[in-house]
């Protein structure tokens, strides 16, 4: 009789141990137990031995399909509609060119973020320069380039207009309008509020001072929004002021900013069941429904602009990563090690991200911390998910991180990886390079009295 050869499985002795459950809910726990070997048909196992451990990969195909599929949504529905690139979600030069060769414009909220996008090629009439920290060198920049300002407070409303009887030209600016869409608390930090009046007496002075062009609304009424119907309430509070502007300050509003905020499929911690997540095209039919009704003229519906960016890429990105070790608590929970943790992982205090082998596992699993080698006691990567045994050297894959890891992370204890994008034709190629220790200290300076003599 011929008996297939059986790879043999570590041992580990049975433990009783006391239950630490939880909240229970109906649906249970999931199970991390499937193996995800590939991303875009290149093998995991592949990637670490040419690039390291642990690594940041980004689909190329996954961002160019979540682009147009976000594009087809609202232009289906609306006759005038532009993408902005959101840089603080992912700045990266190469992550950022993928989305301008798709058609979108490049949305900013500073100095080195507006250089980055005019690096890269961006005719400065499609950069949209938002932030409550602008610089005066800064805005005379965004002027020359024809850039579109967006106004956060009366300082810099002030500021603009110096500068442009400076300058003897005119801004072309719109204002941030913060108001109350049901969603609370409220992001009332930034913009002019609308229902105390602010936001209309904001667009009196940049009117009435004959130094700026007023072009645009803008509203960004939060992150990770789950509610499509208070995007209704910012497009028709929107509207209601660029009709104001058109009948009594006879300036016409050529633009409606809606800002960001849609939420990616990942899982908010502390989220109870399956809480659903409204899609891209759910958005859309309330925004440009809510537009479409409120009364504009065929020829004078406003250009709708869109500045999405977790919803594009969270999905398109994985983090790669290997086990340093197991241990058991001193409560009996299991613990596993990983060999990356929130320095680089921002967005596990945000979320339950899911968490895969990276090879052919046992079925058995079991309720593990999982850690990262830092020396603090808050690097926790997953505070409790299923898994099976996994060994010292096994890989994992972590899903959708590609929004704000790589724009939030810090250097700390341990350095950044590689940065590595796959192609459409499954090709791989690093977009950003891992530190070194001499690139750490190039901006180091040593004063003279502490230096070695050698």
Not at 9 to 26: D, H
Not at 220 to 240: E, P, Q
Not at 317 to 335: F, I, P, Q, W
Not at 352 to 357: E, Y
Request: charged share 20%.
């Amino acid at each position: 009789m011929n008996y297939k050869a059986m790879s043999k499985l570590k041992y580990e002795r049975p433990l009783i141990k006391k239950m630490n459950a939880g909240m229970m809910n109906k649906f249970g726990s999931q199970s991390e137990s499937t193996p995800v070997t590939h991303i875009d048909g290149v093998s995991v196992k592949s990637i670490i031995e040419k690039y390291g451990s642990p690594v940041f990969v980004l689909s190329e195909q996954k961002i160019r399909q979540n682009y147009k599929s976000a594009v087809r949504a609202f232009n289906t529905r609306y006759p005038k509609v532009q993408f902005a690139w959101s840089y603080k979600t992912h700045y990266n030069n190469a992550v950022c060119n993928i989305f301008h060769q798709e058609g979108s414009w490049a949305e900013v909220v500073s100095g080195f973020e507006y250089k980055k996008a005019l690096g890269n090629g961006v005719p400065g009439s499609n950069i949209i320069f938002n932030g409550p920290d602008k610089h005066a060198d800064e805005i005379k920049l965004a002027i020359e380039n024809d850039s579109l300002i967006h106004i956060d407070h009366f300082e810099e409303l002030y500021l603009l207009i110096d500068i442009c009887s400076q300058l003897d030209k005119k801004a072309r600016v719109a204002i941030r309008v913060n108001m109350d869409t049901g969603i609370y608390p409220m992001w009332d930090r930034f913009g002019f509020n609308y229902e105390n009046g602010q936001a209309w007496q904001a667009l009196n002075k940049i009117v009435e001072s004959g130094k700026l062009q007023l072009v645009g609304l803008h509203a960004h009424i939060g992150t990770y929004m789950l509610s499509t119907a208070a995007y209704g309430v910012a497009a028709s509070k929107l509207c209601d002021l660029a009709m104001n502007c058109k009948n009594e300050l006879k300036t016409t509003v050529k633009y409606i900013d809606l800002g960001g905020g849609f939420p990616s499929a990942n899982t908010l911690k502390g989220a109870i069941g399956l809480v659903p997540t409204p899609t891209v095209d759910e958005f859309a039919e309330v925004i440009t429904s809510t537009i479409l009704n409120y009364g504009f003229k065929v020829d004078e519906l406003p250009l709708l602009i869109l500045e999405s960016g977790r919803v594009m890429i969270d999905d398109a990105g994985y983090l790669l990563g290997t086990v340093l070790a197991n241990k058991r608590l001193s409560d009996g929970r299991k613990a596993t090690i990983m060999d990356f943790g929130v320095n680089i992982m921002f967005t596990s205090f945000w979320y339950d991200h899911k968490i895969s082998p990276a090879q052919e596992v046992s079925q058995f699993t079991e309720e593990t911390v999982m850690y990262g080698p830092l020396c603090m006691n808050i690097d926790i990567v997953r505070e409790t998910v299923s898994l099976p045994l996994l060994n010292r050297g096994d890989h994992v894959v972590v899903h959708k991180v590609g929004a704000y890891n790589m724009t939030q992370w810090m250097q700390f204890i341990a350095m950044r990886p590689n940065i590595v994008l796959i192609d459409t034709n499954d090709q791989t190629h690093v977009i950003r390079k891992a530190e070194t220790l001499d690139y750490l200290q190039q901006l180091e300076v040593m004063p003279q009295h502490l230096q070695r003599n050698n």
